[in-house]
């Protein structure tokens, strides 16, 4: 395939500790409140549902919000250029 050109495409695997640092914002922020609870209490678990809730609301304002933003200003994120091929293989090509 020959390259025509290059694209500018945003690169989510960058983009991953942005969305964690967010969501743990988020989760920090509407729980901050709650009282703390006892390690060494027989009815603490690690298993809390409320929480649970809370990070997966968290998670999915996070998404929501980074899809707006990338509609809307792409340019913020980090990003590469790729290539882009005709889609022609040499071997399809008579010459």
């Not at 395939?1 to 964690?20: A, N, R, V």
């Not at 304002?61 to 990338?70: D, G, Y």
Request: proline letters at 5%.
């Amino acid at each position: 395939m020959k390259q025509i050109g290059t694209q500018w495409k945003t690169d989510w695997p960058k983009m991953g500790p942005s969305i964690l640092i967010a969501t743990a914002l988020i989760v920090a922020i509407r729980t901050a409140k709650w009282a703390a609870k006892a390690a060494g209490d027989p009815l603490c678990s690690n298993v809390d549902g409320d929480l649970d809730r809370e990070v997966s609301y968290a998670a999915s304002i996070t998404i929501r919000v980074m899809h707006e933003l990338m509609k809307k200003h792409e340019g913020l994120f980090p990003g590469k250029k790729e290539p882009i091929f005709d889609g022609t293989y040499d071997e399809d090509v008579a010459e």
